[in-house]
């Protein structure tokens, strides 16, 4: 069915494709000459007033105020840029669609008609987040995401695609939301409550440490963060196992940093720059978010997450600089630096997975340095890998799933300013901030290939663009669920 047929929506959208080379008039899709026939508007002459090119995302808006002869409802047609049509262009129309349709009740579309299976999941996906809103107001949100979207012209046979599309969108959708939540509610046993509630609904085996039960299990750099806040650490694990796994199906661990609030601790930070924090666990964010949409995806492998929680206050039981703080199976660090706190917690967990969940690949993901952020500016993460095959398939599942990531040296050659003179490393030396972080984790993986996932320079989004909203970006879930939901997601890692 054709979007002008279906009944009920008040806003219809079809497809632009931009001229060709020889620089020939923009076409119409699926769709278009049946509404314009409808509706008795030259649509083609509408772009052409509008100088419309067909660019990825452009929108030109036409007011139907009467409705159709055969949809009293409509109130608004949209005619929506594709570009070349590949997945980030028809993501791109997708968030720009939302948008454009915001407090509207339902829309029809033959956008996604156009495209292949990976642009259909490309289109929604950038539908659901480029219509995420948060607010905790008394009054309604100034923006309503469109309460329906009806994709015209497909076969029904794409069901598993969309569901699949959905879960991913809903990935992004939720890890943005989790690190949206205000820090006066968000704290370590906020976040592992969340865990427990995705752990059931998504059938997943959820185990949390409280701060006894990490006091007795050596946690120690767990503790050392936490311990001047009135919320306590946690520790969070989910269990994935997929439905046909057997005792050689490998296993992935996934390692968040989850800092529900970072003051820098004693190494306080200036004010401005703690405004963002309570978004500083986004890792752990992606981490849960990933978890929840594993079986959606039809992840083939056994994953484990981890959540390092803990909220990096003042006070008088603060870690001190100077302090000497021992991590899960006995390696030390001197602490130079309250505020490289994030790779004390994640060295706990990273330690711990490979002593007791002993996987075959581990990834973390953590808003780790703001060097990142020098380096990369705010459209593209960075990440170090140990494995040239983890390296590759991760650069490109990001690229895929729109969420780039570019991969840094983990060089040896930083590895002298680690030294401290009276434990196993200094968690804050001096030198290039990302890459001296990555040596210092590097230590509590020990020879099990391994990424590390530095988002500091993506954790905000300081605008409003394309499927990005203004804000916590949960920036991650979408590029660890395009590789663990591929077919094969551990081929040649660890050869």
Same mark, same amino acid.
Do not use: I, K
């Given at each position: 069915m054709l979007p002008h047929a279906v009944v009920g929506v008040d806003v219809v959208a079809v497809p632009v494709l931009p001229a060709d080379d020889e620089g020939g008039p923009v076409v119409l899709g699926p769709g278009a000459e049946q509404l314009a026939d409808q509706l008795g508007v030259d649509l083609l002459g509408v772009l052409e007033l509008s100088s419309a090119t067909g660019a990825a995302g452009e929108v030109t808006t036409i007011p139907v105020p009467l409705g159709s002869p055969e949809n009293a409802a409509l109130r608004l047609v949209l005619l929506v840029g594709v570009g070349a049509q590949c997945s980030q262009d028809l993501r791109r129309a997708g968030a720009a669609v939302a948008r454009a349709c915001r407090g509207r009740d339902a829309i029809a579309t033959s956008v996604a008609a156009i495209a292949e299976e990976d642009g259909i999941e490309a289109f929604v996906v950038g539908a659901m987040l480029g219509s995420f809103v948060f607010t905790w107001r008394s009054g309604p949100p100034e923006h309503r995401p469109?309460?329906?979207?009806?994709? @015209?012209?497909?076969? $029904?046979?794409?069901?598993?695609?969309?569901?699949?599309a959905v879960a991913i969108g809903g990935a992004g959708w939720r890890s943005r939301m989790l690190c949206t939540v205000p820090s006066n509610l968000k704290n370590p046993p906020w976040l592992a409550e969340q865990a427990v509630e995705i752990g059931a609904e998504a059938g997943l085996e959820v185990t949390v440490w409280d701060e006894k039960r990490l006091t007795a299990d050596g946690f120690g750099g767990l503790l050392a963060v936490g311990r001047a806040s009135e919320s306590p650490p946690r520790l969070i694990r989910i269990d994935y196992t997929p439905r046909k796994a057997g005792r050689r199906t490998p296993t992935v661990a996934l390692v968040g940093k989850g800092i529900t609030f970072d003051t820098g601790g004693l190494s306080i930070k200036p004010g401005e720059a703690m405004a963002n924090m309570k978004r500083d #666990? %986004?890792?752990?964010?992606?981490? #849960? @978010? %990933? #978890?929840?949409?594993?079986?959606?995806?039809?992840?083939p492998v056994r994953v484990v997450g981890l959540v390092a929680a803990a909220e990096n206050s003042v006070g008088g039981d603060a870690m001190r600089p100077g302090d000497v703080i021992s991590h899960y199976g006995g390696r030390t660090s001197e602490v130079t630096n309250?505020?490289?706190e994030g790779r004390l917690v994640l060295a706990d967990a990273l330690a711990y997975a490979v002593?007791?969940?002993?996987p075959d690949v581990i990834v973390d993901v953590a808003t780790l340095t703001g060097a990142m952020k020098v380096?990369? $500016?705010?459209?593209? $993460?960075? !990440? !170090?890998?140990?494995?040239?095959?983890?390296?590759a398939t991760l650069r490109a599942a990001s690229v895929a799933a729109g969420e780039p990531l570019w991969r840094f040296p983990l060089t040896d050659a930083y590895e002298g300013k680690l030294v401290s003179t009276v434990a196993d490393s200094d968690n804050a030396p001096n030198g290039p901030g990302a890459i001296t972080a990555a040596l210092f984790l590097q230590h509590f993986?020990?020879?099990v290939p391994w990424a590390h996932l530095d988002i500091a320079s993506v954790g905000d989004a300081p605008e409003d663009s394309f499927e990005w909203t203004t804000g916590p970006t949960g920036f991650g879930a979408r590029a660890l669920l395009q590789w663990l939901g591929s077919e094969r997601p551990m081929e040649g890692i660890g050869r």
């Open positions: 469109v309460a329906r979207v009806v994709l @015209a012209d497909l076969p $029904g046979a794409l069901a598993p695609l969309l569901t699949r #666990m %986004t890792g752990g964010a992606v981490v #849960m @978010a %990933t #978890m929840a949409a594993l079986a959606a995806v039809g992840c309250t505020d490289a002593e007791v969940v002993r380096a990369l $500016g705010q459209q593209v $993460g960075g !990440f !170090f890998s140990t494995d040239e095959s983890l390296a993986v020990g020879d």
